[in-house]
RNA sequence: CGGGCUGUAGCGCAGGGGCUAGCGCGCUUGGUUCGGGACCAAGAAGUCGGCAGUUCAAAUCUGCCCAGCCCGACCA
């Protein structure tokens, strides 16, 4: 490609807004354009690069027994409300009416569609097991896009959906998933750890999410480096120590001011781990008519540790959960700031395990400037009891018991055993050797295909630009002729595109300086200089980005020596990946 | 959805009741230059986010709306 002729420009300045480095450079180098919130075109650069990445995924998923397919993003409503989700799913899910009246969804995810698929295509256990994807566009109406291309509302992704007879069968396709993401990933040159995940609004029981771990990350990443376990925060589960007592009669003090842990703790002079927080949120459930209404919950836990609002939320199988309103909570009979569930009414009461398994703690009083000591679960108050509580850093592992470390993440991939959930509500079913009918066991795998890119620009830059690994960088060499006379410069050209590399060639009337600032911002793996000094002795200036070495190559061996390079740099990209197998133990 | 900030030329910004709205970069034309964001000259380009109001007069003041960004809520 002439860059005279390139659709996109580099930017001098990058636009406001612009807050992490990759997304600046990824303006800047003119790979991308943002329309909207969370709306972005791809310009030809990006656009190659995303490519990549996308037939690097193909290459991957073909291996595994994939076979691509297309799927529709707009989907009628129906197939959504059989599942539930039309129902469950809050506004994330667009919504419209199509001229007859006709509900439809513009589709977050394909299990609705592949299921209705599977279920006209599948009859027999013949045809198991299967696994099928796409790379499509999907539209999620997100709350708040930010981060530049790591969390947008539309985007591209790569979908699997695996189809099996039985359990086993989804294991092993889930097995074959969790070793290929590794390879797609390393064939990009990002480095990623595999977490045990919530599996979220995606229902079933097994999950993992693929994380880059970067303080740009929003998500929580608790790791064990001793023994290896590592979980979404999410879920993380870790070992709480905890305070057995003989309990205590209840005693009612007076605790000016000390609506916070902290404070209450200073005034009483008593560790945090002595008293019971009170976290109040509203829950919103669907009750058995299909109906939405919503409930307090009052969640304890041990003063010294913090809940995991979606460890709660599936504790209470609520759809949604938000922060209580002062109002809400006291129209439940209980205080902000001085609550405990004693003597609470009208509202599902949660305990952490921490409160049940430690004694003697300093509770509310529902009373303003109140408090209650040696108040204990079992004895002063009921109700659910589950892990709620957030690991942190420092938190010890369940497994081998040593302190974990936390970590930010972006995930740029996940992948799910379903189960019959989905098979099950659109009539996917097959018949088994013995003539039997039994709904098809499902897994359902993803890739941000564009977060992806986002994260290896985060990766793969420095101070001048962009520095994309040669597997997914748009081009491969980057020519730039600072020449006026001769044809060498196009000869050259000529040579590399007829043996077939990707060349991006800077044939502009520029001067030197600005030529060599867009080809440090673009950041080609290879890049080739041809000045009059360098023809003057037969040759061009190879240089690769980022190591500043240049050295010159006589005009006869450009195109093989380029050839040796780039076999090189992918080499080194795919010698540096590591692949890991399922742990057999895992969630 | 709550809080904050910002909308003026392609990008980055200045101007903040008064007469033809500016600057840098970019763009166009001509010339010079030619290995690290060159120089000279001449140009093109903005209904100042939208609507309404106040005023003799609004980019400027007020209100409403829209859009984008940041923090939070939220989120496969």
Same mark, same amino acid.
């Given at each position: 490609?002439?860059?005279?002729?390139?659709?996109?420009?580099?930017?001098?300045?990058?636009?406001?807004?612009?807050?992490?480095?990759?997304?600046?450079?990824?303006?800047?180098?003119?790979?991308?354009?943002?329309?909207?919130?969370?709306?972005?075109?791809?310009?030809?650069?990006?656009?190659?690069?995303?490519?990549?990445?996308?037939?690097?995924?193909?290459?991957?998923?073909?291996?595994?027994?994939?076979?691509?397919?297309?799927?529709?993003?707009?989907?009628?409503?129906?197939?959504?409300?059989?599942?539930?989700?039309?129902?469950?799913?809050?506004?994330?899910?667009?919504?419209?009416?199509?001229?007859?009246?006709?509900?439809?969804?513009?589709?977050?995810?394909?299990?609705?569609?592949?299921? !209705? +698929? %599977?279920?006209?295509?599948?009859?027999?256990? /013949?045809?198991?097991?299967?696994? @099928?994807?796409?790379?499509? *566009?999907?539209?999620?109406?997100?709350?708040?896009?930010?981060?530049?291309?790591?969390?947008?509302?539309?985007?591209?992704?790569?979908?699997?959906?695996?189809?099996?007879?039985?359990?086993?069968?989804?294991?092993?396709?889930?097995?074959?998933?969790?070793?290929?993401?590794?390879?797609?990933?390393?064939?990009?040159?990002?480095?990623?750890?595999?977490?045990?995940?919530?599996?979220?609004?995606?229902?079933?029981?097994?999950?993992?999410?693929?994380?880059?771990?970067?303080?740009?990350?929003?998500?929580?990443?608790?790791?064990?480096?001793?023994?290896?376990?590592?979980?979404?925060?999410?879920?993380?589960?870790?070992?709480?120590?905890?305070?057995?007592?003989?309990?205590?009669?209840?005693?009612?003090?007076?605790?000016?001011?000390?609506?916070?842990?902290? !404070? +209450? %703790?200073?005034?009483?002079?008593?560790?945090? /781990?002595?008293?019971?927080?009170? @976290?109040?949120?509203?829950? *919103?459930?669907?009750?058995?008519?299909?109906?939405?209404?919503?409930?307090?919950?009052?969640?304890?836990?041990?003063?010294?540790?913090?809940?995991?609002?979606?460890?709660?939320?599936?504790?209470?199988?609520?759809?949604?959960?938000?922060?209580?309103?002062?109002?809400?909570?006291?129209?439940?009979?209980?205080?902000?700031?001085?609550?405990?569930?004693?003597?609470?009414?009208?509202?599902?009461?949660?305990?952490?395990?921490?409160?049940?398994?430690?004694?003697?703690?300093?509770?509310?009083?529902?009373?303003?400037?109140?408090?209650?000591?040696?108040?204990?679960?079992?004895?002063?108050?009921?109700?659910?009891?589950?892990?709620?509580?957030?690991?942190?850093?420092?938190?010890?592992?369940?497994?081998?018991?040593?302190?974990?470390?936390?970590?930010?993440?972006?995930?740029?991939?996940?992948?799910?055993?379903?189960?019959?959930?989905?098979?099950?509500?659109?009539?996917?079913?097959?018949?088994?050797?013995?003539?039997?009918?039994?709904?098809?066991?499902?897994?359902?795998?993803?890739?941000?295909?564009?977060?992806?890119?986002?994260?290896?620009?985060?990766?793969?830059?420095?101070?001048?630009?962009?520095?994309?690994?040669?597997?997914?960088?748009?081009?491969?060499?980057?020519?730039?002729?600072?020449?006026?006379?001769?044809?060498?410069?196009?000869?050259?050209?000529?040579?590399?595109?007829?043996?077939?590399?990707?060349?991006?060639?800077?044939?502009?009337?520029?001067?030197?300086?600005?030529?060599?600032?867009?080809?440090?911002?673009?950041?080609?793996?290879?890049?080739?200089?041809?000045?009059?000094?360098?023809?003057?002795?037969?040759?061009?200036?190879?240089?690769?980005?980022?190591?500043?070495?240049?050295?010159?190559?006589?005009?006869?061996?450009?195109?093989?020596?380029?050839?040796?390079?780039?076999?090189?740099?992918?080499?080194?990209?795919?010698?540096?990946?590591?692949?890991?197998?399922?742990?057999?133990?895992?969630?």
């Amino acid at each position: 490609m002439r860059m005279s002729r390139l659709f996109s420009r580099t930017l001098r300045q990058a636009p406001t807004g612009a807050d992490s480095k990759g997304y600046e450079y990824l303006l800047r180098a003119g790979f991308i354009k943002q329309l909207g919130a969370g709306i972005f075109s791809a310009l030809p650069l990006g656009f190659r690069s995303l490519k990549k990445i996308e037939q690097i995924i193909r290459e991957e998923m073909d291996r595994i027994g994939g076979q691509e397919i297309s799927m529709p993003v707009v989907n009628p409503a129906d197939i959504w409300k059989q599942t539930g989700r039309f129902y469950s799913i809050d506004k994330e899910l667009s919504r419209f009416k199509d001229r007859v009246g006709r509900d439809m969804v513009l589709a977050m995810t394909h299990e609705e569609a592949v299921t !209705a +698929l %599977a279920a006209q295509e599948i009859d027999s256990y /013949r045809q198991l097991p299967s696994l @099928v994807y796409q790379v499509q *566009t999907k539209w999620r109406d997100d709350p708040r896009p930010r981060a530049g291309l790591i969390r947008v509302r539309e985007f591209t992704m790569k979908d699997s959906y695996s189809f099996d007879a039985d359990h086993e069968g989804l294991v092993k396709q889930y097995e074959r998933h969790y070793e290929a993401y590794f390879k797609i990933f390393g064939r990009c040159g990002l480095s990623v750890i595999a977490v045990g995940s919530d599996s979220g609004m995606m229902g079933g029981s097994v999950a993992h999410e693929y994380m880059y771990l970067s303080p740009i990350g929003e998500d929580t990443i608790i790791i064990c480096d001793k023994c290896g376990y590592t979980a979404n925060r999410q879920i993380a589960a870790f070992e709480k120590e905890l305070f057995p007592e003989e309990m205590l009669p209840l005693e009612k003090v007076e605790t000016p001011n000390t609506p916070t842990i902290k !404070a +209450l %703790a200073e005034y009483l002079s008593i560790p945090e /781990r002595k008293t019971a927080k009170a @976290v109040f949120l509203m829950g *919103t459930f669907t009750g058995e008519d299909q109906q939405e209404y919503q409930k307090l919950i009052i969640a304890v836990i041990r003063g010294d540790l913090e809940v995991e609002e979606a460890k709660l939320q599936k504790a209470v199988r609520a759809k949604e959960l938000r922060g209580a309103a002062d109002d809400e909570i006291r129209a439940c009979s209980m205080e902000p700031g001085y609550g405990s569930p004693i003597g609470a009414r009208d509202c599902i009461v949660v305990a952490d395990d921490s409160v049940v398994g430690s004694q003697n703690l300093t509770a509310g009083a529902n009373e303003p400037g109140y408090h209650l000591m040696n108040t204990n679960y079992g004895r002063d108050y009921e109700g659910i009891t589950a892990d709620i509580a957030a690991a942190q850093e420092g938190s010890a592992c369940s497994v081998c018991g040593m302190p974990m470390r936390s970590s930010r993440g972006v995930e740029v991939g996940n992948i799910f055993q379903l189960g019959t959930r989905y098979s099950e509500s659109l009539d996917c079913y097959f018949q088994d050797v013995e003539g039997k009918r039994k709904p098809v066991v499902m897994g359902s795998y993803g890739i941000g295909v564009g977060r992806l890119l986002a994260c290896l620009t985060e990766e793969y830059h420095d101070g001048k630009g962009l520095k994309l690994p040669i597997t997914v960088a748009p081009y491969q060499v980057h020519l730039v002729s600072l020449v006026k006379q001769g044809d060498e410069p196009e000869e050259i050209y000529k040579q590399l595109c007829d043996a077939g590399i990707e060349v991006l060639y800077d044939d502009r009337k520029d001067s030197p300086g600005v030529k060599f600032t867009d080809a440090e911002l673009i950041g080609l793996p290879i890049q080739i200089v041809i000045g009059k000094r360098t023809l003057q002795e037969d040759a061009v200036e190879l240089s690769l980005r980022g190591d500043g070495e240049k050295k010159l190559v006589p005009l006869s061996e450009i195109t093989s020596v380029v050839q040796e390079h780039i076999r090189k740099l992918t080499e080194e990209i795919t010698d540096s990946m590591v692949v890991e197998s399922l742990p057999p133990s895992s969630p």
